[in-house]
């Protein structure tokens, strides 16, 4: 976004003025429209969902399957995947190996049965409409892999993670060309309110507390860039995932130090040849993957571009837009023995945002009271950034009870956020609808001008290496592990801003002209890091299951503070059979979180030479279980949680990038509910809905203010995923997500945070993807022969923004020539099409 014009101080006298009652007056205006647009914006959901349901239930091609799935000695198998060759949908195993699917009828089908550990089954069936079958399968394993499977059993269950179907990425439209993070904003407790950014806010704390694993290792992103159109792509390659595992709060000792969630992600270690290429308006990507003849050496590589030229078109700010985003990753393994096995995972990224503004105008009021912001620029902004993550990694497994690990990583980055921007503004009050001057500016409020200066360094290195080993003792998994980091950062930041308004500098003086702000600081950091962690997983079966207990304590010591934190984590659930399959979950622990450097950095670029560790105190609590309706399985999953914090360290959102107070600390708290509903909402697909409510306060000590809303504070969160197909024509499908997310408290920038008091707008988005599968697992479903040489092909359509809803990611301030204050919203991205080819080989 254009970085805001904003003012000096805030005053709250200043800002209401004697326009107290006109201003409450046009909030109520204000309101009323936006519940309509509510009220809209739903009507058009339930639409869509109710004629999707209703073309479900008029599908009488169907039939329906079931049984239990059981391994080579007759034991029940969970998890396993149920799918139908060359159709979009499947279901899963319960805890007794049972699955029930619905089938399309009148037609040879194959029933694929696979899961990792065992060698996949297919079963040809050709039954009639609404036929029920039952169909036991026996899965012969692979003895080499049954440990894993064990050690994520007991992960998934206890540790209130769980499992996302990676399949699902491809099939969400939006933004984000298929990223991991666009399946994790749908999740209940998980907000995103930029669709240009892959950022997300986890039960009220910010990006920073979330912790992000690729293969075991530590993800960290770039400092300076923001989290908007500069931000670029991803971490994570959704072509190379094979496992995505997501907690929300109250995970175990054996995760990292942060406050929020855990994202793990496990890059796919292949057994054969495969290939894949995605082309868009947004980009392209291309993935490949292989193991030799002996199966010893396996490669999975990946390269993306993205550009958002077409999509920032669409903005308000109008100028000229040259970004361009690229990154490859390699994921290699080599096992010299059943006992070793040799990992790297590399990757590489060059992203380049240029921008040459030329104007942007913007309006703001309310029907009887239209106001528009012109603003007429010159210069430029040039960001660059180039990370490199490189992580070696020997595996050894003596006995099929025991596995340790040794892995040595290292990531740096080299950023540079550059850019001179001149601006001229007028603030004009318009005539409004039904009027003469309809859209003609009839009165000036404000003119002037201002200048931003910037030239930003950065140099980062995270040097780590990392041990862990797990053993495994009839019902009890042992796992231990330890760390060792160094942080080194080299920082050179300049930034300066001048303020003119109606000819007169701000702040403004009868001696001098002053700048708005301005710093430079010139900083060398070095630091360890040292943590450690032992955990112990056991289960017990009872009469009615069995239970499930993990409790584990980790410590984390930063030299720069010269203290240990401690944090003890504990969870257990109760898993029961039954009809409903339900799993009952408590968890409670400490979760602290030492600061990253660029927590350690105030709205002035100096580093905090004290600061105390933030951390949390959390218990959740939660329930899932399986139910038929339709004569479809469905799973409700509802958390309930509270988080009490200390030692936090506040800070605020100036334009999209967040801004620590490292001066200052607060306590504060947050509480909510999470629920979710996942199934057959149409016969044959997997969809969902997910609903949040939270509510999360601080109290920033010593500013005699009491309690406030943090920055991340959106109280309420309802976001679907929902997939369709022509009836008896599966070929053709739609995938369709919405998201209805209540804003986020704000005010003027570098402001008291006291006084950040107003709301902003609610973020509402529909995106629809209409898909035409042309080749799907081998089988071409045209006529043309030139394609069989595809696994799989596709054509699709994506209506970005499909309502074409003018959200909001900051406000810019206006001051007018009576001393009263504006705020002028600055819009996302309005409505694209986008037009997408997918092929696999």
């Known amino acids: 976004m254009i970085r805001q014009i904003s003012v000096l101080l805030f005053d709250g006298d200043r800002l209401f003025g004697n326009k107290k009652k006109q201003i409450i007056y046009t909030n109520r205006i204000l309101f009323l429209l936006a519940m309509n647009r509510i009220r809209t914006f739903f009507s058009l959901l339930i639409v869509v969902v109710q004629f999707s349901w209703l073309n479900a239930s008029a599908q009488t091609s169907n039939a329906t399957v079931f049984g239990i799935v059981t391994d080579n000695n007759g034991h029940p198998v969970e998890m396993v995947n149920v799918s139908i060759r060359n159709y979009p949908f499947g279901t899963t195993t319960n805890k007794k190996g049972e699955y029930l699917l619905r089938v399309p009828s009148g037609r040879e089908i194959g029933v694929v049965y696979s899961m990792v550990g065992y060698e996949m089954v297919e079963k040809t069936l050709n039954l009639i409409s609404e036929q029920s079958v039952e169909l036991n399968v026996v899965m012969p394993m692979k003895s080499e892999e049954i440990d894993a499977v064990t050690i994520t059993n007991h992960r998934q269950t206890s540790g209130n993670v769980v499992k996302i179907n990676p399949k699902s990425i491809s099939a969400l439209p939006g933004v984000g060309m298929g990223s991991v993070e666009n399946v994790i904003a749908t999740q209940p407790g998980v907000t995103s309110s930029n669709e240009m950014s892959s950022q997300y806010s986890v039960r009220g704390g910010s990006f920073d507390e979330n912790l992000v694993y690729v293969n075991g290792i530590e993800i960290y992103r770039p400092s300076l860039i923001r989290s908007g ?45 495969s290939a894949s290429a995605d082309v868009s308006l947004l980009g392209a990507k291309a993935q490949v993957e292989n193991a030799s003849a002996n199966k010893k050496f396996t490669y999975n590589m990946g390269i993306r571009y993205k550009s958002f030229k077409f999509l920032l078109g669409t903005l308000d700010a109008k100028g000229t837009y040259d970004p361009s985003f690229i990154d490859f990753q390699g994921y290699f393994t080599y096992a010299p023995s059943p006992k070793i096995e040799i990992g790297f995972l590399g990757t590489a990224s060059s992203n380049k945002y240029n921008f040459i503004p030329a104007s942007n105008s913007t309006s703001t009021g309310t029907f009887n009271d239209q106001k528009r912001l012109n603003v007429y620029f010159e210069g430029k902004e040039v960001d660059r950034y180039s990370t490199y993550n490189g992580a070696l990694n020997v595996e050894f497994k003596p006995t099929k009870n025991f596995s340790a690990r040794v892995t040595a990583s290292a990531y740096t980055t080299a950023e540079q956020e550059t850019y001179d921007i001149i601006g001229y503004y007028f603030f004009n009050e318009v005539g409004g609808e039904g009027t003469v001057e309809q859209n003609d500016s009839i009165a000036n409020l404000a003119v002037g001008f201002y200048h931003e200066h910037g030239r930003n360094f950065l140099d980062a290195s995270v040097l780590c290496l990392d041990h862990q080993a797990t053993y495994k003792l009839q019902n009890n998994v042992l796992s231990w592990g330890v760390n060792a980091k160094q942080e080194i950062i080299k920082d050179r930041t300049k930034e300066w801003q001048y303020r003119d308004s109606a000819g007169y500098s701000l702040p403004s003086s009868k001696t001098q002209i002053n700048l708005f702000y301005t710093f430079d600081t010139d900083t060398s950091f070095v630091q360890q890091r040292y943590t450690a962690f032992i955990q112990d997983s056991y289960s017990v079966p009872l009469g009615i299951g069995y239970l499930m207990f993990t409790g584990g304590v980790r410590a984390h010591y930063w030299t720069y503070t010269d203290k240990i934190s401690v944090s003890p984590r504990f969870s257990a659930s109760l898993k029961t059979g039954g009809r409903n399959d339900v799993i009952t979950r408590l968890s409670f622990g400490w979760y602290h979180q030492p600061a990253f450097y660029r927590e350690l950095k105030d709205l002035y670029g100096n580093i905090s030479p004290k600061i105390q560790t933030p951390y949390s105190i959390q218990a959740v609590a939660g329930v899932d279980f399986t139910f038929n309706s339709w004569g479809r399985p469905f799973r409700f999953t509802g958390e309930t949680y509270y988080k009490s914090m200390k030692n936090l360290i506040p800070y605020q959102y100036e334009n999209v990038r967040i801004r620590y107070l490292s001066n200052l600390t607060s306590k504060g708290y947050a509480y909510g509910l999470d629920l979710k509903v996942n199934g057959e909402f149409v016969s044959g697909t997997q969809s969902w809905i997910s609903a949040s409510l939270m509510k999360s306060m601080e109290d920033i000590e010593g500013d005699g203010h009491g309690w406030i809303r943090r920055p991340n504070d959106q109280r309420f969160k309802f976001s679907m995923f929902f997939q369709d197909y022509l009836p008896g024509l599966p070929a053709y499908q739609m995938h369709l997500t919405g998201h209805y997310i209540t804003g986020i408290p704000f005010g003027l920038p570098r402001s008291q945070r006291w006084t950040q008091t107003a709301t902003m707008e609610s973020y509402k988005r529909v995106d629809i993807g209409f898909v035409r599968l042309l080749v799907s697992d081998g089988k071409n479903l045209t006529k043309l022969k030139f394609l069989d040489k595809f696994e799989d092909l596709s054509a699709s359509i994506e209506v970005l923004n499909m309502i074409d809803i003018e959200n909001v990611s900051s406000y810019t301030f206006i001051a007018d020539f009576e001393g009263n204050y504006h705020g002028v919203a600055d819009k996302l991205t309005g409505r694209m099409f986008n037009f997408k080819f997918s092929a696999a080989f």
């Open 229 to 273: 159109q500069q931000e670029g792509l991803s971490f994570v390659n959704s072509d190379m995932v094979s496992s995505i595992q997501f907690s929300a709060g109250g995970f175990d000792a054996k995760y990292g130090d942060k406050m929020s969630s855990v994202l793990d992600i496990q890059y796919n270690r292949p057994k054969e040849f």
